[in-house]
Nanobody
């Protein structure tokens, strides 16, 4: 069993930066993927980024490439999402998730464990 706890959300302005953190309580195995999703009210949860735990290979949705960076600190069982040059459309609740699949997935139903979410609001 793994529990995930996000932190770092907040209210920022367009162009600002934020760093989200997610600490995993429990074992994250080398073939696991940890990812970030976001959701706005009335919309489906969408994939943002993911990282393979062992190789640290990263994956991003097109809209955040060049602005967001996912990374992990295996010693701390923590995954980060550095978000730069934030835009209005980045607003949402950001969820940390862990997938036990050894293959990358961009689908939320492929992830087995979820955090409670942290709100990110970008204002003009």
């Amino acid at each position: 069993q793994v529990q995930l706890a996000e932190s770092g959300g907040g209210l920022v302005q367009v162009g600002d930066s934020l760093r989200l953190s997610c600490v995993a309580s429990g074992t994250v195995y080398s073939n696991d993927f940890m990812g970030w999703f976001r959701q706005e009210p009335g919309k489906e949860r969408e994939f943002v980024a993911a990282i393979n735990w062992r190789l640290a290979k990263t994956f991003y949705t097109e809209s955040v490439k060049g602005r967001f960076t996912i990374s992990r600190d295996a010693a701390k069982n923590t995954v980060y999402l550095q978000m730069n040059n934030l835009k209005l459309e980045d607003t949402g609740v950001y969820y940390c998730a862990l997938s036990k699949s050894e293959y990358i997935s961009y689908r939320s139903d492929s992830y087995d464990y979820w955090g409670q979410g942290t709100q990110v609001t970008v204002s003009s």
